[in-house]
Every structure is written in C-alpha cells, then in structure tokens.
C-alpha cells in the first residue's frame, strides 16, 4: 500500500514535468506552429466591391481569430504585380499568403517561390499548383440557380418554357463556363419539358449590364411568338440588363431571370414588387475570410485540410432574403 | 552653359536628397525595407519602368512623347506567346523586339511625317496595341512553356532572361544599368544626343541648322518602341506567361518618373542622371508605402501627388522665374534672364 502510494506520487510528479514539455514537442512537430501568425493577403484587385468584401472579411476573421496579423497587398489584376506581392510577402517574413490573383497562368511561378521558402499558401477562386484552394463551387453554384428556375416554371409555367436566353462570358474561359454549364443543366434536368436546342439562344453579355441590355434587345424580336420565356447571366448585371430590355420591349411579363452572385444590386432587384428576377446563388465574399483563416491557422499548426475548400453557396430569392440580409432591406423584410 | 550645368547639378543634388529623405523615413518605417532581399526585390521590380524610362527620356528630350509603350509591352509578350510553338521561343522573342520597334517607328512616321500630335498618335496607338494583344490572344494569359518538349535548351536559354544572373546582377537588372550607360554616353558624347538636345530645344532652329529633324524624332520613337519590346522579353521571361493586360498604365509611371528626374515636357532638357533617380523616387515611395500595408488609393494618390508636383516644378523651371522679384510681389518673368536657348540642352 505504501509502495503504490510512492508509486502513484513519482507517476504524478513525472506527469508534472512532462505537460509542459508537450508545446514543445508540438513545435518540434510543426516547424511552422507559432502563437502569433503573420499572413499575407493580395487581394485581386481593390477597385471592385466583391473583392473589397473579401479583404474586409479576412481582416474580420483574423481579428476574432486574436492571433494574426495581416499584411495586405494589392494583385491590381496584373501578374507582374502579383510576382513582386509575393516577392514583398517572402522579404517580410509572413507565415503564410493568401493570394487572390488573376490568372492560372502565373501559378508556377508565383508558386516555386513560397515552395522554395515553405510558406504554405491558400489560393482564391484561381488555382494555383500546391496551394490550398479556396473559392466558388461554379458548376453547383450554377445547378442551385437552375434548378430553382425550373422549379419555379414547373410551378407558375406548367413545366414549360418556349426561349432560354443564356447570357454568358465567353472570353473568360472555363470559370464562368462552369457556371453557365451548371445553370443550365440544372434548369433542363429539373423542368418538365426541357427547351428544345433551337430554342436556346447563346448572347455574349460582355459582363456588363449594357451589353446584356443591347443583346437581348436585339433578340427578342426575332423571337416573337415565345410568351415564356426564361434567362440565365453570369452575373446580376447582366441579369438586369436582361430584365431592362424586356421592360423596354413591353414584355417583362413573358420572362424569368436567375444570376449569379447576389450583390446588394441584384438583391434590390430580387425583393422588388413584381420582380423578374427570381434570384441568385450567393458567394458571400464577405465571409471568405472566415473560412480562410483558420485553414490557414490549420495549415501552420499542421493539421489536415482539404485541399479544395468551397464557398457555402445559397440560392438567395424572396423567400430567404430577409434571413440572410434583413439589414438590408428593412420595408420588405418588414413586411 | 556654366549656369545651366550648376542648375542641373542643383536639380540632381536635389534629387538625391529627396530620395534621401524617402529611404530614411521608411527605413525607421518598416524593418524590411534597408533589408537586402528587400532591396534586391525592389531593383527587379523597377526593371520595366527603368529600361522604358531611358528611351522616353531620349524622346522626351528630343520633344516628343509616346504614350503607347506600356500596351506595346503586352503586345509584344502576346507576340512572344502565340508564336513560341511555331517559330520557336527565341525566334520569337527576337521578332517581338522588331514588332516593338515597328510600333515605334509607325508612331514616328505618324507624328513627324504625317503631323499629327504625339499625344494623340501615341494615344491612339494604346488602344491599338492592347487591342491587337487581346484580339492575338483571345483574350487570355498564353503561358510561355516548352508544353512538347522539343526546345528544352531554347527555353532554357529564355528563361535566362528573366531568372538568371549577370555579373552577380539579376538579368533584367543588368541589362537595365546597360542601358542607362549606354544611354547616358549616347546622350552626352555622341552626335545623335547633342542633335536631340537641340531638337527638343528648338526644332526650327535645328532644322535650319541642317539637323535632319524628322529622321532623329523617328529614331527617337523607333528606340522607345524598341524598348518596350526588351521590357516585354524580360517581363514574359520572369512571368512565364504573356498577358494581354500586362503592364497597365505603365506609359503614366514612367512619365511620371521621367518627369520627376528633371526631363522637361517642353523638350531640350535633363540628364539620364536624373531619370535614374526619379524612377528610383519614385519605386521606392511606393515599395516603402506597400510595406506599410498601404491602400492602394493612398499610393495612387501619391503617385499623382509626384506627378503634379514634378509638372509643376517643370513649368516653373520652364517659366525661369526671378524668385527675388516674385518675392517682392512681382508677376512670374516668362522666358526671363537665362531662358531656353536654340541649341537647348544643359
């Protein structure tokens, strides 16, 4: 009895000195595991307002996260610029990057420097080759809004429309495809009777509300027996674009808008009275950050991440709204 | 001579001590910035601005004004990119720098032979060159890689361009100090530097002195599109990529830092001495003001606060003002004591 008492006080002193030790065999284990973190976040660009959201989220995210500082930097949409950013980023010894820049082809170069230095990185919505990726879900994003549409024709159409108006992004290549692909394939996949192929009429918006407008103005003419007739966009200027020249052709009534994106104009369309514009699937750029910096917080502690991590898409219409953005829209949430 | 030469040493001292005041303030500023690997950044990143700086300033001095180089650096990159499969990477590296220099030479034809304003020309050839890189490239980054793995050691030597080392120099950079060298010597022992001196001085009084004054303004643009097309080289080299967007608003950075370094917008005036250091002023206000985490409203602000301010001091050096009687509450002296001679030039 006396010895497992002895037995049980050098077990006890034993475990004393050892829990302290523990941080430190942490940080043998995780050679990048720190208490305080600085990241470097290049942000796309600072002249537009869903890329503004982002870096006002990771700033959010970093504050609540206590522990990390954040250099920031501007990509300025030019891959010379995000060269010498991540050139900046390594001189400063950050910890880690977040990087928003604008094309997949300056990845490997951008990339074998942080490789070099073993900065780990978390690349948004372009990848970038060993860089977490963290961005839109594009052809899912583009599934919620199509399938909501055919859900809504299946219901208000009797499972039937006569025109598809697909106002894409073709410059752009595969990323705004994906979405448009995802629309489109969710709208035929949920509806009744899907548009016939001669039916779907393929519009370069340019992504701009004006060339939405001009091309749709310039289609609808040639289709003048359709009296239901449905539209997909890239984004929500395109979207009310598209809404804008059916007004102006006097047939507002005959069409049914989705988007892409959300933002507070596409929003200011959703929730008016006799809205054409059923919805759009939201991206939340203001919230990237709190999902951005505990990855990144997970990476330098060593811990498994995922090497895609996907925006949390909603398809955003009346119906919801007022959940997400009640601020927003006081009279209509009122209501 | 001896005042203008004392004026222009003035000019510089000023300068230097300008910059001086820069590096010391970031250098208390941010711990980074003295730090070598910073300083080795900022040398590389000042490479395009600083080979397209020499020409200008060559032009500028001459009286002229080209606007369109930094759209003649991302065409020639969407050169380099859609035809390295083709014709192979160096050939078609080297027919970038002829389609630079072509740029150039047109901008040349158009403002001394056919007359029309360098600001418009040049203006309108900024249009037409990042048209011409969209239209060539569909709009999209074009990487620049051996993708068939038949010209490993063209690409290699390509690559050179942009990542390798000269002189314990990166590439770029030491092609850059070349540049200024030669340009400077160009510029103060040559014929052709003494003959763009006069020119941007007084080009009636060049032309009646026998100086062919349409063929050295055409020479001067012809270089300045030259140097756009090296830029564009070394730029596609570093990035492995050829962007249609590629140097944006590149034209007003280098004007800007041109002008800052004492070259007059009237022509006739300044030293490759004081371009070096106004890119130097200006590249390195704006690394300090990255390193602080600076808006990038903040540093657009500054860089027009830069630009206004080097105009102003121009048109004030223009105007050689008696600063004693202006003090006393006299008007501005235009064209006073000491004004721009024929032959120009310091």
């Known amino acids: ?335 | 001579m001896k005042s203008a030469t004392s004026r222009s040493l003035a000019e510089i001292a000023s300068l230097v001590v300008m910059l001086a005041v820069i590096v010391i303030f970031f250098a208390q500023a941010s711990p980074v910035f003295l730090t070598q690997r910073n300083l080795d950044n900022t040398l590389l990143d000042i490479t395009t601005i600083g080979i397209l700086a020499v020409f200008t300033t060559m032009l500028m001095i001459g009286g002229g004004l080209d606007l369109s180089i930094g759209s003649t650096v991302a065409l020639c990159g969407v050169v380099i990119g859609a035809l390295q499969s083709t014709w192979g990477i160096l050939p078609a590296a080297g027919f970038a720098i002829v389609v630079g220099a072509l740029v150039g030479l047109l901008n040349g034809f158009l403002v001394t032979y056919v007359g029309i304003n360098p600001l418009i020309t040049t203006l309108g050839m900024l249009s037409i060159a990042r048209g011409l890189a969209f239209v060539f490239s569909d709009g999209l980054t074009i990487p620049v890689f051996d993708l068939e793995g038949t010209q490993i050691d063209a690409y290699n030597t390509f690559t050179q361009f942009g990542e390798g080392q000269i002189l314990g120099f990166a590439t770029p950079v030491f092609v850059m100090f070349t540049l200024f060298i030669v340009g400077m010597l160009v510029l103060q022992f040559t014929s052709y530097g003494r003959a763009m001196y006069a020119i941007g001085g007084n080009d009636k009084a060049s032309q009646l002195a026998g100086l062919s004054v349409r063929r050295y303004r055409m020479t001067a643009y012809m270089l300045s599109g030259l140097s756009a097309g090296i830029a564009s080289v070394l730029l596609t080299s570093r990035l492995y990529a050829a962007d249609p967007r590629a140097a944006p608003a590149m034209e007003l950075t280098v004007i800007t830092a041109v002008v800052l370094g004492g070259i007059s917008l009237a022509g006739g005036k300044g030293t490759l001495i004081g371009t070096a250091l106004g890119v130097l002023i200006l590249t390195t206000l704006l690394n300090g003001m990255k390193l602080l985490s600076t808006s990038t409203d903040a540093q657009n602000i500054a860089q027009g606060i830069v630009l206004l301010v080097a105009v102003g001091l121009d048109q004030l050096r223009t105007r050689n003002i008696n600063w004693s009687r202006w003090l006393r509450g006299s008007r501005v002296v235009p064209g006073g004591a000491g004004a721009k001679t024929a032959a120009g030039g310091d």
């Open chain 1, 1 to 335: 009895m006396k010895f497992s008492r002895k037995l049980s006080l050098v077990f006890a002193l034993v475990v004393m000195l050892l829990v302290p030790l523990f941080p430190m065999v942490k940080a043998q284990d995780c050679p990048t595991a720190q208490d305080e973190y600085v990241i470097g976040f290049a942000n796309l660009t600072e002249d537009i307002v869903f890329t503004q959201l982002v870096r006002e989220g990771i700033l959010a995210a970093a504050e609540e996260a206590g522990n990390v500082e954040i250099v920031l930097a501007d990509n300025r949409l030019d891959g010379a610029t995000a060269l010498a950013n991540s050139d900046n980023f390594i001189a400063q010894g950050v910890d880690g990057v977040i990087h928003f820049q604008t094309d997949e082809a300056f990845g490997n170069v951008i990339m074998s420097r942080f490789r070099r230095e073993g900065i780990p990185v978390i690349a948004i919505d372009i990848p970038m080759p060993g860089a977490t990726f963290f961005g839109a879900d594009n052809y899912n994003a583009g599934r919620l809004a199509g399938e909501a549409l055919g859900e809504w024709v299946n219901e208000n159409w009797d499972g039937e429309a006569n025109a598809m108006l697909v106002l894409e992004l073709p410059q752009s290549g595969p990323i705004p495809a994906a979405r448009m692909q995802g629309m489109e394939e969710g709208f035929q996949e949920t509806v009744e009777t899907p548009v016939a192929d001669d039916m779907i009429f393929r519009l370069d918006s340019k992504n701009t509300q004006e060339e939405s407008f001009q091309v749709v103005s310039d289609t609808l003419p040639t289709i003048p027996d359709a009296e239901k007739i449905v539209a997909i966009t890239i984004n929500d200027g395109t979207a009310l674009g598209v809404i804008a020249a059916a007004e102006a052709a006097g047939r507002a009534e005959q069409i049914m808008v989705v988007g892409q994106g959300a933002d507070p104009s596409g929003q200011e369309a959703i929730v008016a009275e006799n809205s054409r514009y059923l919805g759009a699937t939201g991206y939340f750029p203001e919230l990237y950050g709190f999902q951005i910096i505990p990855a990144m917080i997970d990476l330098l502690e060593c811990r498994a991440v995922a090497p895609a991590i996907y925006v949390n898409h909603v398809f955003i219409n009346q119906e919801n709204v007022c959940e997400l953005y009640a601020e927003a829209w006081p009279d209509f949430c009122a209501e």
